[in-house]
């Protein structure tokens, strides 16, 4: 099974944006409200904080996904970092400024810090971190598609996202006769397919910060069918004869051609013959072959006759030209000859 996945121009320029994102600060307090981060990407917590000219006693940050407070780095004389932050980490201890770097859906939830300055007020503050949407793919179906056969096309994507939307080359899909949409649009179900349904899906995963999208082409394969011959029921000897057989198929279907039963070696839409004979008269059929599908069908019946006498010569009638071109040379001579005796008179 394959994925295809396909991450929007937008993750990338979440990150660099986030990187420079301000968690702005509300009054007196030293933080933050909310930034937003994708998953891989960066961000930076900027305070409010005036460098002080004696340096801060202690910097703490701390996470809290919802399970209680984690030690993201505790800056005294010396600086504890929690477990998970090693090398992800770099904070700026004159501002309290802390950079988070490699984020995982796991980084979603809420950053508080607390600044004691070497006498003075304890400052204080916390920023709610997002972490959106991971790249989103859809699963191919794990058998060929087929008409006339059920298929589901699967979209997945990490996040907490709200909402999915299926197209078709560019136009949303509804439901219908065979589409239903399950699992809160996860699953796209095809039962049965048609060969209308052939074309470009893709699924689109958002919230009201972000949104991912991934693309699947599907071609929907069937035929062959209506399987005809076309081409002339009467030539004569001498002349060229051309046959074509084609048919409704996805792939483009295989051709085997028969004639009065008895397979004829051309395996192609066309079959040819410069110098038709007598013998290559009667009945032709082709069959087409879809190697997908596994369906092979046969053409009706194409009767060909060809016309003509025989033309090769006797050899009396050969003799017979033969004499008659001589004399005519002889004559020619003699005619010459006397023309010129008169002449010389
Ligand atoms: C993110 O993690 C990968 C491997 O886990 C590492 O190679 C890469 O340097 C990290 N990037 C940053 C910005 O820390
Ligand atoms: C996220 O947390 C879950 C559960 O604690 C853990 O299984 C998973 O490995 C974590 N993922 C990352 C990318 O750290
Ligand atoms: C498609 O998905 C639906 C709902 O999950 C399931 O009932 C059905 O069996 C699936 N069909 C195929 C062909 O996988
Ligand atoms: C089907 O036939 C085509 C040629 O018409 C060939 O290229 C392809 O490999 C075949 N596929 C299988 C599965 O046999």
Not at 99 to 126: C, F, H, I, K, Q
Not at 223 to 237: L, M, Q, Y
Not at 325 to 339: I, N, S, T
Request: net charge neutral; aromatic share 8%.
């Amino acid at each position: 099974m394959r994925h295809i996945t396909l991450c929007r121009h937008f993750c990338l320029s979440m990150i660099f944006h986030d990187i420079f994102h301000t968690c702005l600060s509300h009054g007196a307090g030293v933080i933050p409200n909310n930034l937003n981060g994708a998953v891989g990407g960066s961000v930076f917590f900027t305070t409010t904080v005036t460098p002080p000219e004696k340096p801060f006693l202690v910097v703490a940050w701390s996470f809290n996904s919802g399970s209680g407070d984690r030690n993201v780095i505790t800056s005294t004389t010396s600086d504890v970092i929690g477990p998970g932050y090693e090398n992800r980490i770099t904070l700026d201890r004159s501002t309290g400024f802390l950079e988070l770097r490699n984020l995982t859906m796991n980084d979603t939830g809420e950053y508080s810090t607390v600044v004691t300055p070497d006498g003075g007020e304890l400052m204080s503050g916390a920023c709610r971190l997002e972490i959106f949407i991971s790249a989103a793919s859809i699963t191919e179906p794990p058998v060929t598609p087929v008409e006339g056969k059920p298929v589901n096309l699967t979209c997945d994507a990490a996040g907490p996202f709200f909402t999915r939307e299926w197209r078709k080359d560019g136009s949303p899909v509804s439901p219908g006769s065979n589409i239903i949409l399950h699992d809160n649009n996860r699953v796209l179900s095809f039962s049965p397919l048609k060969r209308t349904d052939s074309g470009e899906y893709s699924c689109t995963v958002s919230n009201p910060a972000s949104s991912a999208e991934a693309k699947y082409k599907m071609t929907v394969n069937y035929g062959p069918e209506n399987v005809k011959i076309t081409g002339p029921n009467e030539i004569k000897v001498k002349q060229t004869l051309t046959l074509i057989c084609f048919a409704e198929s996805t792939p483009t279907a295989t051709y085997i051609w028969m004639k009065n039963g008895a397979e004829s070696h051309t395996n192609s839409a066309e079959f040819t013959k410069s110098q038709v004979e007598l013998s290559d008269g009667g009945e032709y059929t082709c069959q087409a072959g879809n190697n997908i599908t596994g369906r092979t069908v046969i053409s009706d019946v194409h009767r060909l006759s060809v016309q003509g006498k025989k033309e090769t010569l006797s050899a009396g009638a050969i003799a017979g030209i033969t004499i008659a071109c001589l004399l005519v040379v002889v004559a020619a001579v003699l005619g010459a000859k006397y023309y010129l005796r008169r002449k010389g008179k």
